[in-house]
């Protein structure tokens, strides 16, 4: 019994209501605080998403600035829908989507006026006249000053612009239904693969004198309107140089490509190089790529050296 008393006792001095009322008092206090915690963490999350979107956008911005030859000096105007640009020249009218990003570039002078398209490939511009969209669709794969690459579930749809008006071409490609611009460019016999296509499903004399060859476009390595280079059989590789008409005037078997670069080839297989080549008994296979430069080494005793050089130029690709 004295020890039930004594338990009672210390249970009344501890004043238990007085300690579950601080310990609420105390949750509280730390659910507040915890709130307080969740809410700031998640706007600096928010906050350093929008600087980030901010900066992509503003990323975006300046490198069409560039090259357009715009700078901020320039810039008379800017809302959430366009920037407007004046120089001594020109007035710049650059539109912007619903996210804030450029898609149309309007040019005044006191001569002419037009609207171009901008598409954007890694943050990188390119500006085509301008044409619509209605009926195209899928993700863009790849861009250059004058084509359009789109993937649509498969379906690969190339336009090439002539002037103000793209001619298209659809290509059903099922190995192609998930392809994106990572995969294309990790991919560069399928690139070489659609570029073949996109050259020659437009020039019909072209593709009539591939049928005739019995050459096949997975084939191809190389092609323009002056060279093909295809494989064979046996690791051999054929080049055929063609004349205006599509005519060959010249053939050759190579064990070996020396290299894969456009401009190197065109180059290696111009005119003067196929004579000099000819005309020293030297072997195509044999040539080297050097910077920007094709060129031929050969022993002379024990010392070599470079017996011709050329400079590959923009006129080559």
């Known amino acids: 019994m004295d020890n039930k008393n004594h338990v009672q006792k210390i249970l009344k001095n501890l004043n238990l209501d007085k300690i579950s009322s601080k310990y609420k008092k105390g949750t509280e206090s730390f659910t507040h605080i915890s709130k307080n915690f969740t809410s700031n963490v998640i706007k600096n999350f928010q906050n350093k998403s929008n600087d980030l979107i901010n900066s992509l956008k503003h990323t975006k911005l300046r490198n069409l600035e560039a090259k357009l030859k715009l700078d901020k000096s320039s810039t008379v105007s ?51 006249p301008s044409f619509s969209e209605k009926n195209l669709f899928g993700q863009i794969i790849n861009l250059d000053d004058n084509e359009i690459w789109y993937n649509d579930s498969g379906t690969i749809i190339l336009l090439k612009f ?27 016999d399928f690139k070489t693969f659609l570029k073949n296509c ?27 309107r002056s060279l093909i280079i295809h494989k064979l059989e046996a690791y051999q590789f054929q080049v055929l140089l063609l004349d205006g008409s599509y005519t060959v005037s010249d053939t050759f078997l190579l064990s070996k490509l020396p290299f894969k670069n456009e401009g190197a080839l065109t180059a290696l297989f111009s005119d ?27 022993y002379l005793g024990t010392k070599k050296v470079c017996l011709l050089k050329c400079e590959i130029n923009k006129d080559h690709y």
């Open 272 to 298: 003067d190089i196929v004579t000099y080549v000819k005309s020293n008994d030297y072997k195509f296979e044999d040539f080297v790529l050097n910077d920007n430069f094709i060129e031929y080494w050969q």
């Open 78 to 128: 800017t809302s959430k829908k366009c920037y407007i640009y004046q120089t001594s020249e020109k007035t710049v009218i650059i539109d912007l989507d619903m996210w804030g990003d450029p898609i149309a570039v309007t040019t005044k002078t006191s001569i002419f006026a037009k609207v171009q398209t901008v598409k954007f490939l890694e943050d990188e511009p390119f500006i085509y």
């Open 162 to 188: 002539f002037g103000t008006d793209p001619n298209i071409v659809k290509l059903n490609l099922n190995v192609a239904k998930d392809y994106s611009y990572k995969d294309l460019n990790a991919d560069p």
């Open 198 to 224: 996109s050259l020659t499903y437009r020039d019909k004399n072209l593709l009539k004198f591939l049928e005739s060859k019995e050459i096949v476009l997975d084939n191809i390595i190389f092609i323009n």
